[in-house]
């Protein structure tokens, strides 16, 4: 089957502009992750959805970041006025349940170049 | 705190050698879940393994191995007889357990693996 996806597979954006990145996560999967992945480093972890519900934002930089996934599938990560310390892969992940043993699986990531 | 230590920043080998790959990891929850990802040149993340803090057994998967021990918090992966398609960058991760509900993932820095023909 269909595995996660993401869109843009890259961005550039000027400084100050709003960017949108798209994950359409494994059909059926309740559990959806963002993560933020700077080059040489691992993904850190930005925000969780269970259905529809964000039920955990606490690694989102500042208030200038923004997820929704209203109907419980598709996921949306929103960046306000763009900064250059935002460059970086954003990775999307989902999981089937909301069980703790689950696994992510991982979309192939959108990079995001802000100049 | 929740940590995970990848000590070994780029490991080089030849193609056909063993390699191992170390991952420390501080918790002091008594439930937890290890994983180790791969991450091609494409930038995918590729899921390899998934290992309980209850389940000590070691795991074969064809040329790979892991290797975990609770007594020295390790979760090591071995690579052998190494091909030129296990180039990549190698993450361990550990995510807790939330009341049963899942956790995010903490990954370490990652090692990044390049076998030479």
């Known amino acids: 089957g269909a595995g996660v996806s993401q869109s843009p597979r890259y961005k550039v954006a000027k400084r100050g502009q709003d960017v949108a990145l798209r994950c359409d996560p494994i059909?059926?999967?309740?559990?959806l992750f963002w993560y933020q992945q700077a080059l040489g480093q691992g993904p850190e972890f930005l925000t969780y959805?269970?259905?529809?519900?964000?039920?955990?934002k606490s690694g989102l930089p500042s208030d200038r970041f923004f997820a929704e996934r209203p109907e419980g599938s598709v996921s949306t990560l929103k960046i306000q006025r763009t900064q250059q310390e935002d460059s970086a892969v954003y990775l999307c992940?989902?999981?089937?349940?909301?069980?703790?043993?689950?696994?992510?699986?991982f979309g192939p990531g959108t990079r995001l170049l802000v100049l | 705190a929740q940590k995970v230590t990848q000590a070994q920043t780029e490991i080089s080998v030849v193609e056909k050698e063993d390699v191992t790959l170390d991952c420390v990891y501080e918790?002091?929850?008594?439930?937890?879940?290890l994983f180790w990802y791969k991450q091609p040149p494409s930038g995918e993340l590729v899921f390899l393994i998934r290992?309980?803090?209850?389940?000590?057994q070691n795991e074969i998967s064809g040329r790979y191995s892991w290797n975990f021990q609770k007594s020295t918090s390790s979760f090591n992966f071995t690579i052998t007889a190494s091909q030129v398609v296990d180039s990549a960058v190698y993450f361990c991760a550990l995510s807790l357990n939330y009341g049963g509900s899942q956790g995010n993932l903490i990954f370490g820095k990652g090692t990044k693996l390049s076998v030479k023909p």
């Open positions: 059909s059926g999967h309740v559990s």
């Open positions: 959805f269970q259905n529809e519900a964000q039920l955990d």
């Open positions: 918790t002091r929850d008594t439930t937890y879940y």
């Open positions: 290992r309980n803090s209850f389940d000590e």
């Open positions: 992940a989902s999981s089937s349940t909301r069980g703790a043993r689950e696994t992510q699986y």
